[in-house]
């Protein structure tokens, strides 16, 4: 069964240009989640989906970030425009439900906005 | 509000030796705890958790203890190997049981042989 898989894996882009970023969830999986790890820092939650809805998206830092998951499938967050203190590690998990079950993280993308 | 802390990194040591890493935590209520690791060039895995006080969560020779009256989750192993190499986070269930977690910093652990 493939895991949770997210593209680019790396992508290097100057402050003011878009970039969006990918998330293929574990087959099944109804829950959808976002983070971000700023280098040295701690792992931060963005949003969380429930199939297609956001059923929580009180840690988007500002309005330059959109996500979305069309059809409750895969799941994009763009942002635009990006500035520098964007840059960080975005990872993507998925789980069954939303109490109890093992949530599985994708290896994440990695941002740099110079 | 809910958050982790952890001890500062990296963690240097030696293959065979004993590892702690400290990790405190402040929350409303009773939440669950959660160690997750990244191996190098991987995504973030589960590797151990602890449901209520004084709980043992336990994995591949790793151990954390609920402690409630210090409001810690330390994990300890007693002989580590170079493939431990990696970045080790604490994590708390958020608030509201949605099973969100909320993580710390995260703590390097380089072993050497």
């Known amino acids: 069964e493939a895991g949770v898989t997210q593209f680019p894996s790396h992508s290097v882009i100057e402050k003011g240009q878009t970039v969006t970023l990918r998330c293929d969830p574990i087959?099944?999986?109804?829950?959808l989640y976002w983070y971000r790890r700023v280098m040295g820092k701690e792992i931060k939650f963005l949003l969380h989906f429930v199939k297609e809805s956001k059923q929580d998206e009180s840690g988007m830092p500002n309005n330059r970030f959109l996500a979305e998951r069309t059809g409750g499938t895969y799941s994009t967050l763009k942002v635009q425009p990006a500035e520098l203190e964007d840059s960080g590690v975005y990872f993507c998990a998925s789980s069954q439900s939303r109490s109890g079950n093992t949530i599985y993280f994708g290896e994440g993308s990695w941002l740099t906005v110079v | 509000g809910n958050s982790v802390t952890q001890m500062e990194g990296p963690v240097t040591l030696s293959e065979e030796a004993f590892l702690t890493i400290n990790c405190t935590y402040t929350?409303?209520?009773?939440?669950?705890l959660f160690w997750y690791v990244q191996y190098p060039g991987e995504g973030l895995q589960l590797l151990l958790k602890?449901?209520?006080?004084?709980d043992k969560g336990s994995n591949k020779g790793f151990e954390a203890t609920y402690r409630k009256e210090t409001t810690s989750f330390h994990l300890e192993k007693g002989s580590v190997q170079v493939s431990d190499s990696a970045v080790y986070f604490c994590a708390l269930e958020r608030k509201g049981g949605s099973y969100i977690p909320t993580f710390g910093r995260g703590t390097s652990l380089i072993v050497h042989p």
């Open positions: 602890a449901t209520k006080a004084d």
């Open positions: 087959s099944g999986h109804d829950n």
């Open positions: 929350a409303t209520g009773y939440p669950s």
